[in-house]
Nanobody
Framework: QVQLVESGGGLVQPGGSLRLSCAASRFTFSNYNMKWYRQAPGKERELVAV???????RYGDSVKGRFTASRDNAKNTVYLQMDSLKPEDTAVYYC?????????WGQGTQVTVSS
């Protein structure tokens, strides 16, 4: 059974940092586009970052310059380093794997930015 397991969420003050991880198993991780999404209460799910098999990365406009996404194909894990966090970054963050018609989601991890 395919698994994507996120970790690293929590409560942080504005201006602080968090690092999320997503551990993948039971699929050929290196073939997949790996993505981070987030969804705040009452809002649509938003694309945060895409990490391609080539190693290139693309970010959503709201996080450019503050968030850094990376993947470690040897560990089947992706990361999201979040710096200069703002209250509007508060959301459930989801890991996603996509290859053609195959798509998998993690269960999500809550990030709350508040003083």
């Amino acid at each position: 059974q395919v698994q994507l397991v996120e970790s690293g969420g929590g409560l942080v003050q504005p201006g602080g940092s968090l690092r999320l991880s997503c551990a993948a198993s039971r699929f050929t991780f290196s073939n997949y586009n790996m993505k981070w999404y987030r969804q705040a209460p009452g809002k649509e799910r938003e694309l945060v970052a895409v990490m391609y098999p080539s190693g290139s990365t693309r970010y959503g406009d709201s996080v450019k310059g503050r968030f850094t996404a990376s993947r470690d194909n040897a560990k089947n894990t992706v990361y999201l380093q979040m710096d200069s966090l703002k209250p509007e970054d508060t959301a459930v963050y989801y890991c996603n794997a996509l290859w053609g018609s195959l798509q998998y989601w993690g269960q999500g991890t809550q990030v709350t930015v508040s003083s």
